[in-house]
Nanobody, 122 residues
Framework: QVQLVESGGGLVQPGESLRLSCTASGVTLDAAHIGWFRQAPGKEREGVLCISRGISSTVKGRFSSSKDVKKNAVYLQMNDLKLEDPARYYC????????????????????WGVGTQVTVSA
């Protein structure tokens, strides 16, 4: 049984940083594409960034993601958080047997966590 668990969300002020964690059981995250998504109330789920199988870290603007193979975990570092960033943040996994570009759309991922809430308030 595959389970993804996000943690690390919370309340921060604009300009501060947060690091979210995604730990897994039943799936090896290093053998999967990992996607980070977020969904705010009343809005569609949107992609934050993804990290491909075989890649240890990636950066996209204020956000970066890295893997800890020993812990079977993936992290999302969020810097300079802004008032438009509050949402529930999810990690998702798509096991693949070969190195390729990670998908950026939610429907392409097979497994999802329940998310962790990020709130940004002055």
């Amino acid at each position: 049984q595959v389970q993804l668990v996000e943690s690390g969300g919370g309340l921060v002020q604009p300009g501060e940083s947060l690091r979210l964690s995604c730990t897994a059981s039943g799936v090896t995250l290093d053998a999967a594409h990992i996607g980070w998504f977020r969904q705010a109330p009343g809005k569609e789920r949107e992609g934050v960034l993804c990290i491909s199988r075989g890649i240890s870290s990636t950066v996209k603007g204020r956000f970066s993601s890295s893997k800890d193979v020993k812990k079977n975990a993936v992290y999302l570092q969020m810097n300079d958080l802004k008032l438009e960033d509050p949402a529930r943040y999810y990690c998702a996994a798509k096991p693949v047997s070969y190195v390729s570009a990670c998908p950026t759309t939610a429907r392409d991922y097979d497994y999802w966590g329940v998310g962790t809430q990020v709130t940004v308030s002055a």
